[in-house]
Nanobody
Framework: QVQLVESGGGLVQAGGSLRLSCAAS????????MGWFRQAPGKEREFVAA????????VYADSVKGRFTISRDNAKNTVYFQMNSLKPEDTAVYYCAAGIGGGSWTTPPDYDYWGQGTQVTVSS
């Protein structure tokens, strides 16, 4: 059974940092694309960033480019999402997702597995 479990969310002041973790289990993710999405209240789920499991290719939404970084620990089967210079508009539930790499990587249907989400709240 495939599981993606996010952790690391919380409340932080504007300008602060958080590191999210996504622990993956249940299958090998070699060749998969790992994505991060977020969803604010009343809004659609939006793409934030994605990376191949190997880390060879990474893409970011323009809104987070230069502030957020994906990394991974293959030995721990865990993907990390370092978020710096956080802004109130970054407030959302953040989801980790895994897909076989088809499509643009930037839409929810591109992914087969999802975590339960972790809340990130940035106060002004």
């Amino acid at each position: 059974q495939v599981q993606l479990v996010e952790s690391g969310g919380g409340l932080v002041q504007a300008g602060g940092s958080l590191r999210l973790s996504c622990a993956a289990s249940g299958r090998t993710f070699i060749g998969y694309v790992m994505g991060w999405f977020r969803q604010a209240p009343g809004k659609e789920r939006e793409f934030v960033a994605a990376s191949t499991w190997s880390g060879g290719t990474t893409v970011y939404a323009d809104s987070v480019k230069g502030r957020f970084t994906i990394s991974r620990d293959n030995a721990k089967n865990t993907v990390y999402f370092q978020m710096n210079s956080l802004k109130p508009e970054d407030t959302a539930v953040y989801y980790c997702a895994a897909g076989i790499g088809g499509g643009s990587w930037t839409t929810p249907p591109d992914y087969d597995y999802w975590g339960q989400g972790t809340q990130v709240t940035v106060s002004s």
